[in-house]
């Protein structure tokens, strides 16, 4: 399975949020890919407000503030 992560340089809340997708990846079998929204317009245009952006399986299942509950329980559902 396949996590995307929306982030961009400087931004504390996509670093804290790392932490937390490396931190259930331990636990959870997935390929984190993540991807600087400055690097295309379109991801800009799209996430620009929103960043950092979780993506499972081309859901956005949480933006903003990342948590390890909310993520744990989206992993679970895509597992099954």
Known sequence: ME???YT??????C????LV??????????ELIEKDIDESDD???K???MIPVV??????VQYGMIDPVTIEDQLR????
């Open 43 to 45: 991801l800009t245009e």
């Open 8 to 13: 961009r340089k400087k931004c504390p809340l």
């Open 55 to 60: 993506e499972i399986r081309g859901k956005i």
């Open 21 to 30: 997708l490396q931190m259930l990846q331990r636990k959870y079998s997935y």
């Open 77 to 80: 559902k895509f597992e099954s």
């Open 47 to 49: 996430f620009g407000l």
């Open 3 to 5: 996590v995307y992560y």
């Open 15 to 18: 670093d804290e949020g790392l």
